[in-house]
């Protein structure tokens, strides 16, 4: 009777079905077990196209998507502003600097490597910004050849060293004298430079450590430690 029709236990299934004339569509079907028997179930329900629930719930996900893209971004470009004002004031005061007058070749030496190292940090920010836009439109290019990790990391460290807003101690650790690998040396410079950078702004004092440790035949570890 009805009334054993309304206290049964629901239950819902989706499907997705072809169609000759409209293609897939999603449809529920909604129904109850009245009989439950293994030879004769009987089963009452309903079918319901749901495609547009569907619909609005991919729409619902994108939009989600891109909102989360926007944020990312916008959180990037923001902390970026802040990265690039690192250098360029070094570039603003050791360049005053150098205009001085009666200073020793020493310290125009140090000045122009300090600038030079400034120079070549804010080429990689920005390269890091063009990177973003690249990789909106999946146009982001590695140039993949054979490269010492040992050697870029203790480049990754001189450049860092010079450019940090920090009393902490900024070291390179390794057991291994040279490392041959298959990268992009520049992208590989570009994520430890600004894990390390990122470091420097949580430890004022203490000691900030990149390592390099070989885990097996093909594969090498990078870590940082602050």
Same mark, same amino acid.
């Given at each position: 009777?009805?009334?054993?029709?309304?206290?049964?236990?629901?239950?819902?299934?989706?499907?997705?079905?072809?169609?000759? =004339?409209?293609?897939?569509?999603?449809?529920?079907?909604?129904?109850? &077990?009245?009989?439950?028997?293994?030879?004769?179930?009987?089963?009452?329900?309903?079918?319901?196209?749901?495609?547009?629930?569907?619909?609005?719930?991919?729409?619902?996900?994108?939009?989600?998507?891109?909102?989360?893209?926007?944020?990312?971004?916008?959180?990037?470009?923001?902390? #970026?502003?802040? +990265?690039?004002?690192?250098?360029?004031?070094?570039?603003?005061?050791?360049?005053?600097?150098?205009? +001085?007058?009666?200073?020793?070749? +020493?310290?125009?030496?140090?000045?122009?490597?300090?600038?030079?190292? *400034?120079? +070549?940090?804010?080429?990689?920010? $920005? *390269?890091?910004? $063009? =990177?973003?836009?690249?990789?909106?439109?999946?146009?982001?290019?590695?140039?993949?050849?054979?490269?010492?990790? &040992?050697?870029?990391?203790?480049? &990754? $460290?001189?450049?860092?060293?010079?450019?940090?807003?920090?009393?902490?101690?900024?070291?390179?650790?390794?057991?291994?004298?040279? #490392?041959?690998?298959?990268?992009? =040396?520049?992208?590989?410079?570009?994520?430890?430079?600004?894990?390390?950078?990122?470091?420097?702004?949580?430890?004022?004092?203490?000691?900030? &450590?990149?390592?390099?440790?070989?885990?097996?035949?093909?594969?090498?570890?990078?870590?940082?430690?602050?």
């Amino acid at each position: 009777n009805v009334s054993n029709i309304l206290h049964r236990q629901r239950r819902t299934a989706q499907y997705r079905c072809q169609f000759d =004339d409209t293609g897939y569509q999603w449809w529920e079907f909604r129904y109850s &077990v009245l009989q439950n028997n293994e030879q004769n179930p009987i089963i009452t329900g309903l079918l319901v196209n749901i495609q547009e629930i569907k619909d609005k719930e991919e729409e619902l996900i994108r939009a989600r998507k891109l909102a989360e893209q926007a944020e990312l971004k916008q959180s990037f470009l923001a902390n #970026m502003s802040h +990265e690039i004002r690192t250098p360029l004031n070094a570039l603003s005061g050791f360049s005053s600097l150098l205009t +001085e007058e009666g200073l020793d070749d +020493e310290t125009r030496r140090q000045c122009n490597e300090v600038i030079q190292q *400034n120079s +070549e940090l804010l080429l990689k920010l $920005i *390269n890091d910004v $063009i =990177d973003l836009s690249s990789l909106e439109f999946g146009k982001l290019q590695f140039c993949i050849a054979q490269h010492d990790a &040992v050697s870029i990391c203790r480049n &990754v $460290i001189d450049t860092v060293n010079k450019v940090k807003q920090t009393q902490a101690e900024l070291t390179f650790t390794t057991e291994l004298e040279e #490392m041959p690998i298959e990268t992009d =040396d520049s992208r590989l410079q570009q994520v430890l430079i600004n894990l390390l950078i990122n470091a420097t702004k949580f430890t004022p004092q203490g000691s900030i &450590v990149l390592k390099l440790e070989k885990e097996t035949d093909d594969t090498v570890l990078f870590t940082v430690t602050d």
